[in-house]
C-alpha cells in the first residue's frame, strides 16, 4: 500500500480499496488505525483526497481497535468521481457529476 500512496503522490490517479456492498457486515479489508488514517492523512497533507466511498476517512471517530474500512485515494477530482459512482450503485443521495478528470498529484507535489 505504501508503493501504491508513493505512485499516486508522484504521477497522480487513484488508489481503490472499497468496501464489499453485496455482503452485509464486510465494511472492508483495510484498518482505519493502522492504514486507512495515515495514508489518508499523508494524502491529504499532499493536497489529495480520501474517502471510505461516503465520508472523509479522517472524519470516521474509530469504535474498535481494528475497525476495518474501505479505502478510496488520491486526486480530489478522481476521488470524487468515484464516490459518486459508488452512492449511485449503493442508491444512496448523489450529488455533482462523475465526469471530472484530475490532473494527478504529481504536478502539484513535485516542484
Known amino acids: 500500500m505504501v508503493a501504491d500512496v ?6 497522480g490517479g487513484v488508489f481503490l480499496y ?7 457486515g464486510k ?14 492523512k499523508l494524502m491529504e497533507q499532499a493536497g489529495g483526497a480520501a474517502s471510505d466511498g ?8 474509530p469504535t474498535a ?21 459508488y452512492r449511485a450503485k449503493i442508491g444512496g443521495d448523489v450529488v455533482g457529476g462523475g465526469d471530472q478528470r484530475g490532473r494527478g498529484l504529481g504536478s502539484r ?3
Not at 508513493?6 to 504521477?11: A, E, F, S, V
Open 54 to 61: 461516503e465520508e472523509r476517512i479522517m472524519t470516521i471517530a
Open 109 to 111: 507535489y513535485l516542484a
Open 6 to 11: 508513493h505512485r499516486i503522490l508522484k504521477r
Open 65 to 85: 481497535l481494528h475497525q476495518r474500512v474501505g479505502l478510496v485515494m488520491g486526486d480530489p477530482a478522481e476521488v470524487e468521481a468515484v464516490t459518486v459512482a
Open 18 to 24: 472499497p468496501r464489499n456492498v453485496r455482503k452485509e
Open 27 to 40: 465494511v472492508g479489508k483495510l484498518r482505519l488505525m493502522y492504514e486507512g488514517n495515515p495514508m489518508a
